[in-house]
């Protein structure tokens, strides 16, 4: 550093070079600040998103608050519901009917239990006037299960005459050795309806009855069966596609170890289920060509769905819930706080209409759908650039949201299409991938009967079962008369 003195003996020319030296290091410094600022700066915000993309990895999308299936979550999490907390105490409610063992009036078989004939007190040998009952107990049990073999014979008779009558088989007995539709209609049932693979029926049928088949023998008796229900399942297709409220959802599904889809078309009584390879328009265009056109269609907003024709259409409000708490775990913001309360408030007051308020003017209706026009036109920071989408597509669909508010049969989610869809889900978790197109084919025209069958309140192993013997009676008789 120059001293006062050594400034004080340098000349006026040598002072303005020093001074000018001076400043252009000053304008370099001060350059030099600068980019440092812009670096500071662009640090700073290379430091907010990494911290923004921490939170997301940390809250991360999966079934709980998305609608991602739980076969996708990465990670173990306790699963938190949708649905608020109740003030009712866990267990069952009061008036809520129990289950008990009661004794029956006619038992198929009754054991005596008597005492000594002679008083273990004074040796007198009792009399049968003395004997009264004074207590009984029952057991319920099953007998040894054990198949049951009918050998059918047929005889030939020749007349004086010289002519040879034969008798017949039954029409629906074609093999020396064959399985009976009691047995079809049992292993329909335990692989449709209980999810049991083709090994365990195996090995399950073989240890309860003795009756040892293979795997092959099993399919072929489950496409049997599937063959014989197709008028059901035919009949369940017209069903649905004539209701008034239908809901619909899909999933994928392994078919030899390929990418499939399960569909599902259900309403309050009737469940229709196909297996196919498209995810696709194209589905829902070869199944139901003609849309459906006098029913409110309630499904997710993925984009086959909402091409689907329709009288109108309602999107689940369960799933627009599960992207609400998403936003909210990432972004609290206020308008995502606000959309899930509006939207909850809508869901209670549905649960709380009577019948003649559908058709009346409602001022909380009008209310929360007024609430919703100000909330999606509301403009958001850009901080919250991540719920613009959102926002859009339900300003997009603003008059597919609420539709269930006014009518009575529609629903505010679509629940009855996730509950039918898991079930296909569960078949492939508990068995694998299905092994053949037939095989998955069969598999969903058996459960949508017996689905189908359940909600209307009837006993899916008795369907079964008589539709496989109303098969058998109805060839038979066909051939008869055509004799």
Known sequence: MVSKEELRKLNKEQ????????????????????????????????????????????????????????????????????????????????????????????????????????????????????????????????PIIKASIVEHQIFQTTCI???????????????????????????????????????RLSELVKSITNISMSEGTIFNL???????????????????????????????VKVKNENFWAWTWQTILATYIVIVKSRGFITVNEIFPNGFQNATYVSDAWGAQLKTPSKRHQLCLAHLLRDLKYFEEQFPHKWVIDMKDLFIRAMKLK???????????????????????????????????????FQKRLRKHRDEIFNFLFYQDVPYDNNGSERSIRNVKIKQKVSGSFRSERGAEIFAILRSVFDTTIKKGGNPFETIRFAVNLSACKNEFQINRNR
């Not at 000018?20 to 998103?49: C, F, S, T």
């Not at 109740?86 to 008597?114: A, C, F, R, V, Y």
């Not at 229900?229 to 994928?252: C, H, L, N, R, W």
Request: charged share 25%; glycine share 6%.
């Open 15 to 142: 002072l303005v070079n020093m001074v000018y030296d001076l400043l252009i290091r000053v304008d370099n410094l001060v350059a030099e600040v600068q980019i440092l600022k812009e670096e500071a700066k662009d640090l700073k915000a290379e430091v907010q998103d990494l911290k923004e993309e921490v939170k997301r990895l940390k809250t991360p999308k999966n079934s709980s608050n998305s609608s991602l299936p739980p076969s996708h979550d990465l990670f173990k999490f306790k699963n938190q519901s949708l649905r608020e907390k109740s003030d009712k105490k866990s267990g069952g409610q009061p008036g809520h009917k129990g289950e008990t063992l009661l004794m029956s009036p006619n038992p198929d078989n009754i054991i005596e239990h008597w005492p000594d004939q002679k008083c273990p007190q004074c040796g007198k040998v009792h009399t049968d006037e003395s004997s009264q009952i004074i207590g009984k107990r029952q057991v319920i049990d099953i």
């Open 351 to 389: 649960d709380a209409m009577t019948a003649q308020q559908y058709a009346e003017p409602l001022e909380m209706r009008a209310s929360i759908i007024k609430e919703f026009g100000i909330l999606i036109n509301q403009i958001l920071p850009d901080k919250v650039s991540k719920i613009f989408p």
């Open 161 to 199: 005459c010289g002519y040879v009558s034969t008798g017949n088989f039954p029409v629906n007995i074609s093999a020396p050795v064959q399985y009976g539709n009691n047995l079809i209609a049992f292993t329909a049932y335990l692989s449709s309806r209980q999810y049991v693979p083709y090994a």
């Open 222 to 252: 489950l496409n049997k069966a599937a063959n014989i229900v197709m008028p059901i399942y035919e009949g369940i297709k017209e069903e649905v596609e004539k209701a008034t409220t239908v809901g619909s959802d899909e999933s994928g």
